[in-house]
């Protein structure tokens, strides 16, 4: 018996609903899973674990947990860590590795030739170093939309510190362990710089992280000291330098702040608190 016109249009939606389910449902059934990521560099670890989903993560190198040395050091912790080799990335066997460009050269290589996918980051210098490796890191592990907002949030930091720079730019000298400082061309001096304060350092043509003699920092009578904190209750000779009975002088006369050792070595975006830090214990 033929069928009705009423029946032929139900079975013809029908089919096509069908049709329609088989070719769109597997696409969002089948979305390729995030790649997975080991970092084996101090820096690198910090930027993994800001942009990654936390299920993409499969180890960080021993350094990011370590509180002294990382600003993320109680993230870190809760992933396995590693010491830098190729060998631990054969147990982990992650789709990518992020590297730091001064990572070991032969690691570096031999994960290549072994196959994996290697990310090296250059040192982040400046708050555009910073945003470059952001971006990099977010293309590398298919989260681009996270690294798109990081930096968005990067740069506004970045223009809200710069208008609160104060009138006048107070002299800073930063004295490390040591008795190092921070030259030109160094992430620090560019967050000095955002701050609004002068560096002594740089002034005296100091390059990256040089070492700025007592007689020098006497003679520039700094407006403020800053500190670093780093491993400041453990006995060295390099902190056994900043007890130097004239820079404890200097240190009773003028104002002195601390700004943590991480927020200096690693670019992150909690790397610019470091120039909202100056410019609060700049202000008069």
């Avoid at 800073?172 to 061309?185: D, E, L, S, Y």
């Amino acid at each position: 018996m033929p069928l009705s016109i009423a029946k032929l249009s139900s079975t013809r939606a029908a089919g096509a609903a069908r049709f329609l389910f088989l070719l769109v449902a597997p696409v969002g059934a089948q979305a390729a899973p995030l790649p997975t990521v080991a970092s084996i560099n101090l820096c690198a670890d910090q930027l993994v674990l800001t942009v990654a989903a936390p299920e993409q993560v499969l180890t960080v190198s021993w350094l990011s947990a370590d509180p002294e040395e990382s600003l993320l050091a109680a993230q870190a912790a809760r992933y396995p860590l590693n010491y830098g080799s190729a060998e631990e990335m054969l147990r982990f066997r992650p789709d990518v590795v992020i590297a730091g460009a001064y990572t070991n050269a032969f690691t570096r290589a031999l994960l290549a030739r072994l196959g994996y996918r290697v990310i090296e980051l250059e040192p982040e210098d400046s708050v555009a170093d910073i945003a470059r490796n952001l971006a990099l890191v977010a293309a590398a592990i298919g989260r681009e939309e996270r690294g798109n907002s990081l930096v968005a949030e990067l740069h506004a930091r970045e223009r809200q510190i710069a208008a609160a720079r104060p009138a006048r730019a107070p002299a800073t000298v930063v004295v490390r362990p040591g008795g190092f400082t921070v030259g030109k061309h160094s992430l620090a001096d560019e967050l000095m710089k955002l701050a609004g304060v002068r560096n002594v350092a740089a002034e005296q043509g100091l390059d990256r992280w040089g070492s700025l003699s007592m007689e020098t920092l006497l003679a520039s009578r700094p407006d403020l000291i800053v500190l670093t904190g780093y491993r400041a209750s453990q006995p060295s000779l390099a902190n056994a330098v900043l007890e130097h009975p004239a820079l404890r002088l200097v240190r009773t006369a003028q104002r002195t702040t601390t700004v943590p050792a991480p927020y200096w070595d690693c670019g992150l975006i909690e790397s610019l608190d470091a120039a909202a830090l100056l410019q609060r214990a700049a202000a008069p």
